[in-house]
């Protein structure tokens, strides 16, 4: 009971206070689980893309037969070309729908749901850049 007191007094002391952070670990927790069910295929081919990248300095603008040809891409994935600075992987997992942005050779991970490109890729909502 004092560990809980003491909990939401220090939340209660936190922006947003205690909702804030039971609504911060419930999307924590989302993203763990749908990290786990992520298809590892989805977690090669963004490897494969940002090799690409690192090699070339773009990514590359690839016809649907060529990447439903690859070895990795499988039905439940697509490829949406954003141009030569940033691709998005689309997947099926066991969780529903997820998509990850490959921006400049860099992973910004999984969101929920199917995503096109972002309209700004300086801000691109629904990922977030990394703070560098």
Avoid at 20 to 35: K, L, N, P, Y
Avoid at 56 to 65: A, E, F, M
Wanted: proline share 8%; net charge positive; charged share 15%.
């Amino acid at each position: 009971m004092i560990l809980l007191g003491s909990w939401l007094g220090w939340a209660y002391t936190t922006p947003g206070g205690p909702s804030a952070r039971i609504r911060g670990w419930i999307d924590h927790t989302r993203g763990v689980v749908a990290e786990a069910s992520v298809n590892p295929d989805l977690r090669r081919n963004a490897a494969y893309f940002n090799s690409l990248y690192a090699s070339g300095g773009s990514y590359p603008d690839l016809s649907q037969s060529v990447i439903d040809g690859s070895p990795g891409f499988g039905l439940t994935e697509t490829l949406v070309y954003c141009g030569p600075q940033a691709i998005v992987l689309q997947s099926l997992s066991s969780g529903g729908s997820l998509s990850r942005l490959l921006l400049a050779g860099k992973d910004l991970g999984n969101v929920s749901g199917t995503h096109a490109c972002p309209a700004n890729l300086a801000a691109p909502v629904p990922w977030k850049v990394p703070k560098k």
